[in-house]
């Protein structure tokens, strides 16, 4: 996909769709919601060792439970 075939509609998956990202450590922050946690789950999706911070730590178990049991279904 050549990024001029991304616009408004172009969800992350897409975007990052064919990129490896093994051996690729990345910092989140703001990844306890909205855009931040999107960004690190496609992010770890794709291989990459991904850290969220955030100013909520209930909110940051919660992306990291949620995650988990993502990748243990």
Known sequence: ??????????????AIAGI????VRALVTGGTSGIGAETGRVLAAAGANV????????AGRAVAAARTSTRQS
């Open 1 to 14: 996909m050549n990024t001029s075939d991304f616009g408004w509609e172009t969800t992350a998956d897409e």
């Open 20 to 23: 490896d990202l093994h051996g």
């Open 51 to 58: 850290t969220l911070t955030g100013r909520n730590l209930d």
